[in-house]
């Protein structure tokens, strides 16, 4: 990998720096430890070193910002895989104990008495309790214009699959997947059922790299056996994990048959919102006052780039949608909740603190009724646990109303 | 004057630290600190203890300790110099100014802000700019660097050519002497002549004479628009002729930069690049600012004063945001470099304008003899030219011309009526050779003026000129 030259300009993207002010969280100083420019050796303590670096959200802004290409989030999940202690400690706390899948690990949140768990983990806890059934949006939102002839255009003769993932087939998340069969189908999308998994970017951050292999080669199975379908993808980290099976500079035909497959997987995977760009809603009764719009640090690109769910909710709100002017991570960073939940939450608070200042409204997000959507399983979770009181987050899908 | 200095912390020391840092405030486990001994400059040394002080009482409390302890202290904000100014070289502890980041008041009746040092330059600037206001200084390090670091540097940026450097835009410095001593240097007022100008003495002094913990910048009212200009030329001689059109023109371009050959080629190996790969030699960027409904205006006359040179090609950009895509491409001229060679000696002579042309042909010619890659590019509008040497470390005698090229690079600058550093200071790296161009008395008096500041020698040892 690319060398670091210290440049630091990625300095200014890293959540955990801005909410901590704290420079050896910053993506400058992992590269500078973990990096091929390591430090001289003698002088630091191997575990110490994997404990500091593996302190990182995985949200890849340092990345988008280094001229050398330095990825350090890729730096950070080798560290995590070579480290046995960290490793073995992660399987515990997290694989065992709440199970590999948002879905299940809900489930399993939901189950576990509160008194069982340890205090460090009680705010990932909280977030998977968000995706129990229960904790949704209600639906007020109904879609009038679809781009059926954009659509028909392009992809008549192609069938069509939704990728769930883990997330869409927990138990709150259920509605996700119907709400996108039922807007494909609208759309005039030949649907097909596939059964895929994990997609597998929360294994390969957490450093479990045979892990994310398994998942990522029963996916490619799956979609090989049903006639290798367009997958329709509503989930923005999803989106991220299914297109790193083929990213530029990787070794493709470790997953796929040749470079022809792997490119036909690439073109064939789109973000649900990048096929319904261009639709217009009208909300009903019970929308609430001011919605916010929190955009992942995954966000899925249109295809002519910026964010593809949040175009598509401005089609459908107009000026009802508040966005920051700046993104903000919301702290979720895959693990990092888990192995320092302290760090995590403070970047929650910034993240929020950067939606209360969001232009189009005088009203703090508390004083009015508000929802806050975005297009990410992970943030969903995330922000439903550190939410202030009064505002409800939710996936965008879960306010389309099916009539 | 690092010769009455302890050369450890002891025990006792560590203790005292813990007492006035609680927490978070202090650092000691050499992981967490590695980032704090290295900055852009890519020199490195372990820190011997990182301290994050709050707020001043804090830091009077450490510079009365250290003086008395006779303990090194190292000021660094965002760690993005260039000569190794933040780097404990000379061992030490460092002081981080990132959790002294307020606004404490922006002015919009007095153009005056007050900001605390650890403020990000870029957030400040759009902060003033929701009032209207304008804080012209715009070091490419811009997004990353600090108002602190930048005041420490007298950071120069590409609106110097109308607007000028750091230095005009600091009214007043509060800053913590070793010993504890309190100084307020100037004020509010944006003209003041009462005493001794130690404002502009603060300014530039790369963190040697006290720590700042205030500082009071002039704003001005923000131009309502801009427009920028990329032109493409086939010889780095058309492009210089390009920059003189303008200027006969009578227009005062608020920024007017420069890139070689080289320095196009870096940037189109990290970016898709607008201009002909295979014909361009140089590029010229321009900006001009002023009321919307003159831009249209300017963009045609600028276009006119530069037709006479023959440009390859030519790109506008009305307002901030068809401007960014081209000013991004100068900006990453820096970092794209280290794809000519892993190993850099970066170097920011500036020379009397009128000797621009001059310089970079030598500064070319010198690449050539000594058979290493020469990067020029920088603000052709105030002659400050950065000056790129890169090579590879690992293999001894690159190294070897890489230094001789420097040295010849300083030599020709200084024969032109130069200066060896028009922005980033002499910190560590050009420290040596400042006497090539400083005379002794005007070093005797530097020296002077630095024991009364710092008697001690606590304050940053071994930078710059001391
Ligand atoms: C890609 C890139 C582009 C750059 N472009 C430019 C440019 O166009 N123009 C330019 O001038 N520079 C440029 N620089 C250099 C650098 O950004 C500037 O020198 C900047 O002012 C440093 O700010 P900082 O906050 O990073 O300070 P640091 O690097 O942390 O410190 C710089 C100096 O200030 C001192 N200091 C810091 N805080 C304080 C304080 N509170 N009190 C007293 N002293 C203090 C330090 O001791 C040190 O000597 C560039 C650097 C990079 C990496
Ligand atoms: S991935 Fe995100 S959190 Fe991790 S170092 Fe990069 S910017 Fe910071
Ligand atoms: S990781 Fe990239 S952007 Fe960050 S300091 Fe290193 S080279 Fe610069």
Redesign the pocket.
Known sequence: M??????????AGCPLLAATGREELS??A???LA?PSKWDAALLRETDVAALTTLCLACGR?EK??????K?PQLVAAMRAAHPDFRQWLWKQWITRLGPCWSLAARGAALLPESFVPASLGLALKGLKGLRPGGGLDPWLRVTDLPEAAFAAKYADHEVAVFDGCVGRGPRASSWGENARYLLRELGARLIDVKFGCCGSTLGVAGLPGEQRDTRRANIDAWRSAGRPLLAVYCATCVKGLSDYAAPGTDVTELFADAAEAELWTRGMMPLSALLAGARGRVTSGAPDVVGYHQPCHAAQLPGGGDADQALLHGLLNSRLRAPEKSACCGFGGILQLTAPDLSTRVGAACWANLEGAPGSGDALEAAPASVLTGCSGCVMQLSATAPAGVRVGHWLEVIRRD | MTGNLVSALTPAHLRFLEGLFPGEGLVTDPAAMAVYGAD?SRRSAMPWAVVRPKGEEQIVELLKWADAERVPLVPRSRGTGMSGGAVPAFGGIVVSCLWMNRVLDVDADDFAAEVEPGVVTAEFQALVQKHRLFYPPDPASIKMSSLGGNVATCAGGMRAVKYGVTREYVLGVRAVLPGGRIVNAGGRTHKNVVGLDLTRLFTGSCGTLGVFTKLTLKLLPLPESSATVLAAFPSLHDCLAGARGVFRAGILPTAMEFLDAKACWAISQIREVPWPKDTTQAVLVLKVDGGRETMAAELSRLERALAPSGPLCLFQGLGPEEEEPLWELRRLVS?AGFHLGVDKLGEDVAVPRGKTAQAVDGFQAIGREFDTHVVCYGHLGDGNTHVNIFYDAKDPDQAARAVKCKEAVFRLTLSLGGTLSGEHGTGITKGPYVSWQLGENERAVMAGIKNVFDPNGILNPGKGWS
């Open positions: 690319a060398e670091c030259v210290l440049c630091g300009c990625c300095l993506p400058r992992k590269a500078l990096g340092c910002l280094c001229p050398q290409g330095v350090v | 852009s970092p």
